[in-house]
């Protein structure tokens, strides 16, 4: 299914840069980016398919002005967006050895839900900073205001949280994926 995602997702930004739509194009072409990348990680279907599909949701959204159209739109994004994308982040720490894995017994569910919400606050904040900028330099249309801003952080520390409530079911390897640690020697 998340692969779906993503040939939609590549369909959407060849369908509008056709259109000569250039910053719509920019954020398909980033979603697209960001929708491989569970992929790449080998992370099971369940939040591949999340990532994928909340990163396209976001761009769209994003495209046909949803966020400022839909009242509590914007909230339910954050919700879902931040909260994949902080499981994401603390998969690929792990993998990393930065973070303990989601797998390991001896860490306490608390830790994971703590270190998910700390990831997923920050990514919010790097996403506010971002919207910030782009509001700033490149087209004043994109909507920023201190309550939205603060609302949306709140927001985006609650997707993190249920993440994290659901990360050791999110973080556990894809089992068609061989990891180093995995393998056994013989």
């Not at 000569?20 to 929708?35: C, M, Y």
């Not at 609650?158 to 050791?168: E, Q, V």
């Amino acid at each position: 299914m998340a692969d779906i995602v993503r040939v939609a997702a590549f369909v959407s930004v060849v369908a509008v840069g056709i259109s000569g739509e250039l910053l719509g194009t920019a954020v398909l072409a980033l979603a697209l980016l960001g929708a491989v990348v569970p992929r790449f990680l080998g992370v099971r279907p369940a939040l591949d398919l999340a990532f994928a599909t909340s990163v396209l949701i976001a761009a769209w959204s994003s495209i046909f002005d949803l966020y400022t159209a839909v009242a509590g739109w914007d909230d339910i994004v954050h919700f879902f967006t931040n909260g994949a994308t902080a499981a994401l982040l603390y998969v690929l720490l792990a993998r990393l050895g930065i973070a303990p894995s989601p797998e390991d017994r001896a860490v306490s569910t608390a830790t994971l839900i703590v270190l998910t919400v700390a990831f997923g606050l920050s990514t919010g904040v790097l996403w506010e900073i971002a919207e910030w900028a782009g509001h700033s330099y490149v087209d004043p249309s994109i909507f920023v205001e201190y309550n939205d801003t603060i609302g949306d952080l709140v927001v985006d520390g609650l997707g993190a949280l249920a993440a994290g409530i659901g990360l050791r079911f999110l973080g556990a390897h894809n089992r068609s994926v061989r990891h180093p640690r995995a393998v056994s020697s013989r």
